[in-house]
């Protein structure tokens, strides 16, 4: 079966901090890839564009974070679309879910990656969760055939949040990143001057590898993602 990840994110950066490891593994298997960018957090996850001039336009941080966005998508090597729903707060629309629910029907992913359901420090991220899980059912129905064209339903997972136990997130997949952290790292510093997020996130990673080697015994693994299944995993053999 083809292997095809769709990566949703309430703003720009989120799916370099949580998942670009991932993304870039996928991709050297073989997975074709696809990340939404809901909006460019703009206002809510710029801060250091705002720091350096408070007077800044917000389509002038839009264009910046369009474009840093951009930079890392490539380096990975995954196209990108931005929809521009504005952030802090986000709202969420029956227009916008159904364009969420056309994205997931036309791309057709046999895997999706977003937020977590809880995230008390930030008012966005888990109405991302609520509009992937909205469209991801209604692209894919009730398991039966539909009055609508209905697709696979694809397996779905939360990323890592930035504060991991207040957000109720229980990592229970690690994705063995070491052979794309070269390319994880790059994508980061695409991410202008939040050198401390990339600081983190390098540790976050080692961390998330002394978990995965000890749970596993694979000794090579340097660097991982981990993630939480929203959904039982289905498979023919226990083995
Ligand atoms: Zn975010």
């Not at 074709?32 to 960018?37: K, S, Y």
């Not at 564009?49 to 474009?67: G, N, T």
């Not at 029956?94 to 999706?112: M, N, W």
Request: overall charge negative; hydrophobic content about 40%; some cysteine.
């Amino acid at each position: 079966m083809k292997k095809k990840l769709l990566v949703v994110g309430a703003h720009s950066g989120d799916f370099v901090w949580r998942s670009a490891g991932t993304l870039a593994k996928s991709i050297e298997e073989g997975a074709e890839t696809l990340v939404i960018a809901m909006s460019y957090g703009e206002r809510g996850e710029s801060g250091e564009l705002w720091k350096e001039d408070p007077k800044r336009s917000v389509e002038s941080v839009k264009a910046i974070r369009h474009e840093q966005a951009s930079r890392a998508a490539d380096l990975i090597g995954t196209p990108i679309r931005f929809l521009d729903w504005g952030d802090y707060p986000m709202l969420l629309s029956d227009e916008r879910v159904s364009q969420l629910t056309e994205i997931i029907g036309d791309f057709e992913p046999t895997v999706i990656l977003t937020h977590s359901e809880k995230d008390p420090f930030n008012p966005d991220h888990p109405l991302a969760f609520q509009a992937v899980e909205r469209a991801r059912l209604l692209s894919c129905g009730a398991g039966v055939p539909s009055a609508f064209k209905n697709i696979d339903p694809p397996m779905w997972y939360s990323f890592e949040p930035h504060q991991p136990e207040i957000c109720g997130f229980k990592p229970d997949t690690f994705v063995d990143i070491s052979t794309v952290f070269d390319k994880k790292m790059a994508a980061m510093s695409c991410m202008g001057a939040q050198s401390y997020l990339k600081d983190y996130y390098a540790e976050l990673a080692a961390r998330r590898a002394n978990h995965a080697r000890r749970i596993s015994g694979k000794k090579d693994i340097k660097y991982a993602e981990a993630h939480q299944s929203q959904l039982p995993r289905i498979t023919n053999s226990i083995f």
